[in-house]
């Protein structure tokens, strides 16, 4: 009976956990016992520090960092490390730069050398002190030699007007260098004692308010007596150092003296000395180096002249040639004495270790894995295209979508298909009647310009000058139409009726997903492709160098040796721009960064700028230490592996900017300018390099526009999408969506002219639009050039500050 009454549990009894012994800590311990693994000894005793021994690690770890920190600060302008550079930036029309200038000269038993031409500027040697300095001017508007200075520059001191602190110049003078990178900086504030005592107080209240946004942490130091000087003086040699990422890591050298040696075959090449203090890291004679705004070039050999900016005058025996003590024996004159006996090579060139100035693959078509057209193919693609041309009517206009016809041996890079490109975007028939208007116009200017011989030459000249700006006008009307028009419709063209669409758009193909489908990178690749190199991983490339620069000890010329560097096949015009006063900046180059290939730049629209910039325009770029001119293409900043082709750049996201050029190891900075016809250069995008990536997969998407003519339950009549039933057939595969959210197929074509019958996943609005979305690959065009123009000096106005109500105490 008990058994027969006894409780069963019913199935929604409550299951406990079974107890998991032998997983912690304990019971794996004892199952070891006492065996403990090799690898896992150092970890367990880093992590078993006691509190104080963590403690002392910690102050250990401080004590480093701040003793190189320490280190740093006191080689820079002593005797065994290069001078401190300071270059000066006039940031106002009215500052006054000559009367600062004497003032830091004025200093109590310090000598003053002045530089051999160059960027000009003078040096300042402290003995007492046992500091020394190098000032350099910027040319005033030269937007290239102020960047090129502060690429080298400790210290930049930028001279401020005591009311309007900085005009429109140095407002965009001072947005260039914050994209580019600051170094360390003060800021100067000559004048304003000819002021009355209550508007100085409002104009300093008023100058102050308007650098803690710019310089929120910055400190103005007037510079009216020597006094004052003295404490800026002080200021730039106590200052904590910034440093630049893309020049930390490479030796560079301001030119303070240069010799031209003409070659014997010619006067126009020929070997360049340059003779300045290194900086950044050591210099190898086998390195490149880059002049900036010039090239890259190889060097011979390196010589050790006498220091003309020594602390010490006289020669110390028994000193070692690192603290290079060929000291010069007289005082006087600008420290330039150097008798060929003082001179000593340190080094020459290796042959066998210099690296090669090859910067383009020579492709071999024969080892391409892509099959190449034979002479009998291209002579067939040519009797094709004359047949063609003899039966199809070529109505006006359509000489370019002839051209994109002939299937190409992949060379997207040509002039043909960026017309076909660019014809996705527009329609040639209205490209046509503005181009025939302007010319229409301008012939009618001419005429009127004939007709006019007797009027005077100044009425003439503005007349012209009138006409100019009214193209220009015009020009950009018509770029801002296309620009409303890409982002009211993203994408979307007309399809031509006078072309199928089958053939007019055989190069797009369907996607099922865009960010799903597969597309291989390696596919239908320009012939451009062949003549670049690629990493097989950029990332460990990278990583790797900068653990061996950080680690081994190069062999060359130190940090802070006066050096003369002999360049070897320099044009002539590198010497003349620096008599010009156009400062001469070297940098030496890493592994590989003389070989071309594919960079990708992650850019922001500059805030001050608001013109649209289209796709594949020739734009000015800043990397780093290099300067050149390239047609890049934008697409999106996303994490998928294939990139949308964004036609305009855009004002409210980040673009990523895609061109051939030198490989350049990031980090680095880049500024993008735009040429006016004037010649000024506006900066238009700011950001820094991304990736050096030529498999980046960057798409161009076309949409072809339909309207529902009938609409069912689930069905449609969709019609204006195509003009022929073959063009229905051809597109069938391709997915349908809508505007509202729909998507379809199209199901079977309704006659001869372009209706079609599609299928959705729900009832059509009628107001809705068909869309099929159709896929291209792109690439950016070869139009790298490393010669970048003079900008023309920017157009100054009288402050830059906005007008603020200064509180009266």
Same mark, same amino acid.
């Given at each position: 009976?008990?058994?027969?009454?006894?409780?069963? =549990?019913?199935?929604?009894? *409550?299951?406990?956990?079974?107890?998991?012994?032998?997983?912690?800590?304990?019971?794996?311990?004892?199952?070891?016992?006492?065996? /403990?693994?090799? !690898?896992?000894?150092?970890?367990?005793?880093?992590?078993?520090?006691?509190?104080?021994?963590?403690?002392?690690?910690?102050?250990?770890?401080?004590? *480093?960092?701040?003793?190189?920190?320490?280190?740093?600060?006191?080689?820079?302008?002593?005797?065994?490390?290069?001078?401190?550079?300071?270059?000066v930036v006039l940031l106002h029309s009215r500052a006054a730069?000559?009367?600062? @200038?004497r003032l830091l000269q004025s200093q109590d038993a310090a000598?003053?050398?002045?530089?051999?031409?160059?960027?000009?500027?003078?040096?300042?040697?402290?003995?007492?002190?046992?500091?020394?300095?190098?000032?350099?001017?910027? *040319?005033?508007?030269?937007?290239?030699?102020?960047?090129?200075?502060?690429?080298?520059?400790?210290?930049?001191?930028?001279?401020?007007?005591? /009311?309007?602190?900085?005009?429109?110049?140095?407002?965009?003078?001072?947005?260039?260098?914050?994209?580019?990178?600051?170094?360390?900086?003060?800021?100067?504030?000559?004048?304003?004692?000819?002021?009355?005592?209550?508007?100085?107080?409002?104009?300093?209240?008023? @100058?102050?308010?308007?650098?803690?946004?710019?310089?929120?942490?910055?400190?103005?130091? %007037?510079?009216?007596?020597?006094?004052?000087?003295?404490?800026?003086?002080?200021? +730039?040699?106590? #200052?904590?150092?910034?440093?630049?990422?893309?020049?930390?890591?490479?030796?560079?050298?301001?030119?303070?003296?240069?010799?031209?040696?003409?070659?014997?075959?010619?006067?126009? /090449?020929?070997?360049?000395?340059?003779?300045?203090?290194?900086?950044?890291?050591?210099?190898?004679?086998?390195?490149?180096?880059?002049?900036?705004?010039?090239?890259?070039?190889?060097?011979?050999?390196?010589?050790?002249?006498?220091?003309?900016?020594?602390?010490?005058?006289?020669?110390?025996?028994?000193?070692?040639?690192? #603290?290079?003590?060929?000291?010069?024996?007289?005082?006087?004159?600008?420290?330039?004495?150097?008798?060929?006996?003082?001179?000593?090579? +340190?080094?020459?060139?290796?042959?066998?270790?210099?690296?090669?100035?090859?910067?383009?693959?020579?492709?071999?078509?024969?080892?391409?894995?892509?099959?190449?057209?034979?002479?009998?193919?291209?002579?067939?693609?040519?009797?094709?295209?004359?047949?063609?041309?003899?039966?199809?009517? /070529?109505?006006?206009?359509?000489?370019?979508?002839?051209?994109?016809?002939?299937?190409?041996?992949?060379?997207?890079?040509?002039?043909?298909?960026? &017309?076909?490109?660019?014809?996705?975007?527009?329609?040639?028939?209205?490209?046509?009647?503005?181009?025939?208007?302007?010319?229409?116009?301008?012939?009618?200017?001419?005429?009127?310009?004939?007709?006019?011989?007797?009027?005077?030459?100044?009425?003439?000249?503005?007349?012209?000058?009138?006409?100019?700006?009214?193209?220009? &006008?015009?020009?950009?009307?018509?770029?801002?139409?296309?620009?409303?028009?890409?982002?009211?419709?993203?994408?979307?063209?007309?399809?031509?009726?006078?072309?199928?669409?089958?053939?007019?758009?055989?190069?797009?193909?369907?996607?099922?997903?865009?960010?799903?489908?597969?597309?291989?990178?390696?596919?239908?690749?320009?012939?451009?492709?062949?003549?670049?190199?690629?990493?097989?991983?950029?990332?460990?490339?990278?990583?790797?160098?900068?653990?061996?620069?950080?680690?081994?000890?190069?062999?060359?010329?130190?940090?802070?040796?006066?050096?003369?560097?002999?360049?070897?096949?320099?044009?002539?015009?590198?010497?003349?721009?620096? !008599?010009?006063?156009? %400062?001469?900046?070297?940098?030496?180059?890493?592994?590989?960064?003389?070989?071309?290939?594919?960079?990708?730049?992650?850019?922001?629209?500059?805030?001050?700028?608001?013109?649209?910039?289209?796709?594949?325009?020739?734009?000015?770029?800043?990397?780093?230490?290099?300067?050149?001119?390239?047609?890049?293409?934008?697409?999106?900043?996303?994490?998928?592996?294939?990139?949308?082709?964004?036609?305009?750049?855009?004002?409210?996201?980040?673009?990523?900017?895609?061109?051939?050029? =030198?490989?350049?190891?990031?980090?680095?900075?880049?500024?993008?300018?735009? #040429?006016?016809?004037?010649?000024?250069?506006? @900066?238009?995008?700011?950001?820094?390099?991304?990736?050096?990536?030529?498999?980046?997969?960057?798409?161009?998407?076309?949409?072809?526009?339909?309207?529902?003519?009938?609409?069912?339950?689930?069905?449609?009549?969709?019609?204006?999408?195509?003009?022929?039933?073959?063009?229905?057939?051809?597109?069938?595969?391709?997915?349908?969506?809508?505007?509202?959210?729909?998507?379809?197929?199209?199901?079977?074509?309704?006659?001869?002219?372009?209706?079609?019958?599609?299928?959705?996943?729900?009832?059509?609005?009628?107001? &809705?639009?068909?869309?099929?979305?159709?896929?291209?690959?792109?690439?950016?065009?070869?139009?790298?050039?490393?010669?970048?123009?003079?900008?023309?000096?920017?157009?100054?106005?009288?402050?830059?500050?906005?007008?603020?109500?200064?509180?009266?105490?």
């Amino acid at each position: 009976m008990a058994a027969a009454g006894a409780h069963r =549990p019913g199935p929604l009894k *409550q299951q406990n956990k079974a107890h998991k012994g032998g997983k912690h800590s304990g019971s794996s311990q004892r199952r070891a016992g006492g065996r /403990v693994p090799v !690898k896992a000894q150092p970890r367990r005793r880093l992590r078993d520090l006691n509190r104080v021994d963590r403690r002392h690690q910690a102050l250990q770890l401080r004590r *480093q960092r701040k003793e190189a920190v320490l280190a740093e600060k006191r080689s820079l302008g002593s005797r065994d490390g290069p001078p401190h550079l300071v270059v000066v930036v006039l940031l106002h029309s009215r500052a006054a730069a000559q009367d600062s @200038l004497r003032l830091l000269q004025s200093q109590d038993a310090a000598a003053v050398r002045a530089d051999e031409g160059g960027a000009g500027g003078f040096a300042l040697l402290c003995p007492r002190l046992k500091q020394r300095w190098r000032f350099v001017t910027a *040319q005033p508007g030269d937007l290239h030699a102020v960047l090129d200075l502060a690429k080298v520059a400790d210290s930049l001191l930028f001279i401020l007007d005591p /009311v309007d602190g900085w005009d429109s110049a140095g407002e965009h003078c001072l947005s260039c260098l914050f994209a580019q990178g600051l170094p360390s900086y003060a800021l100067a504030v000559p004048g304003g004692a000819d002021l009355p005592p209550k508007k100085r107080i409002d104009a300093r209240k008023k @100058l102050s308010k308007c650098i803690e946004k710019r310089f929120p942490e910055a400190k103005l130091f %007037p510079l009216n007596t020597e006094q004052e000087s003295s404490l800026l003086l002080r200021h +730039l040699s106590s #200052q904590k150092q910034r440093h630049l990422a893309f020049r930390a890591r490479r030796a560079h050298l301001l030119a303070r003296a240069a010799e031209f040696v003409p070659s014997q075959d010619s006067d126009l /090449v020929g070997t360049l000395k340059v003779s300045g203090f290194v900086r950044g890291q050591t210099l190898n004679v086998n390195s490149l180096v880059h002049i900036v705004g010039h090239g890259d070039f190889q060097l011979s050999q390196v010589d050790a002249p006498p220091d003309p900016l020594s602390l010490n005058p006289r020669v110390v025996k028994g000193q070692k040639r690192s #603290q290079q003590d060929m000291e010069v024996q007289d005082d006087s004159g600008n420290g330039a004495v150097e008798m060929e006996e003082d001179v000593k090579v +340190l080094m020459k060139a290796d042959p066998s270790k210099q690296e090669s100035l090859q910067s383009e693959v020579v492709p071999d078509p024969m080892e391409g894995e892509q099959t190449w057209p034979t002479e009998e193919e291209l002579q067939e693609a040519e009797d094709s295209l004359k047949a063609n041309r003899r039966v199809v009517k /070529v109505p006006k206009g359509t000489s370019k979508y002839q051209a994109a016809w002939i299937v190409d041996d992949g060379e997207e890079g040509s002039e043909k298909d960026d &017309d076909d490109d660019d014809d996705d975007d527009m329609d040639d028939d209205l490209m046509e009647e503005a181009v025939s208007q302007e010319g229409e116009s301008s012939e009618e200017e001419e005429a009127g310009e004939e007709e006019s011989e007797t009027m005077t030459v100044s009425e003439c000249l503005r007349d012209e000058q009138y006409d100019e700006k009214m193209e220009e &006008d015009e020009q950009m009307l018509e770029r801002y139409k296309q620009e409303r028009m890409d982002e009211m419709f993203p994408d979307e063209v007309d399809t031509p009726r006078d072309v199928p669409a089958r053939v007019r758009f055989q190069k797009y193909r369907g996607l099922k997903s865009f960010r799903t489908s597969p597309w291989d990178p390696k596919e239908n690749l320009p012939r451009d492709y062949a003549r670049i190199f690629q990493f097989q991983d950029f990332s460990r490339t990278r990583k790797n160098l900068f653990k061996q620069i950080e680690k081994e000890e190069t062999e060359g010329a130190s940090v802070g040796w006066y050096v003369t560097l002999h360049v070897c096949n320099v044009p002539v015009s590198v010497m003349e721009s620096f !008599k010009e006063g156009k %400062p001469l900046v070297l940098f030496s180059l890493l592994p590989h960064e003389q070989k071309m290939s594919v960079l990708n730049f992650l850019v922001r629209r500059h805030p001050g700028n608001s013109e649209p910039v289209r796709a594949k325009e020739e734009l000015i770029f800043h990397c780093g230490f290099r300067r050149f001119r390239a047609s890049p293409l934008f697409s999106q900043h996303t994490s998928a592996d294939k990139h949308k082709l964004e036609r305009f750049l855009r004002p409210d996201a980040a673009l990523v900017v895609t061109v051939y050029a =030198p490989i350049t190891f990031p980090p680095a900075s880049v500024l993008l300018f735009k #040429q006016r016809s004037n010649g000024m250069h506006d @900066l238009i995008a700011t950001g820094s390099l991304l990736s050096v990536d030529p498999d980046r997969i960057v798409i161009k998407r076309l949409v072809l526009s339909g309207h529902p003519f009938k609409i069912f339950t689930k069905m449609a009549v969709v019609r204006y999408m195509f003009f022929n039933r073959e063009d229905v057939m051809w597109f069938k595969p391709v997915e349908l969506r809508t505007k509202w959210g729909r998507r379809g197929h199209i199901k079977e074509p309704l006659g001869t002219h372009g209706h079609m019958k599609c299928h959705f996943d729900g009832q059509l609005k009628s107001q &809705d639009t068909v869309l099929l979305n159709l896929y291209k690959r792109v690439f950016p065009k070869w139009t790298y050039d490393p010669h970048v123009p003079e900008p023309v000096p920017w157009v100054r106005s009288e402050s830059a500050l906005p007008e603020q109500e200064v509180e009266m105490e």
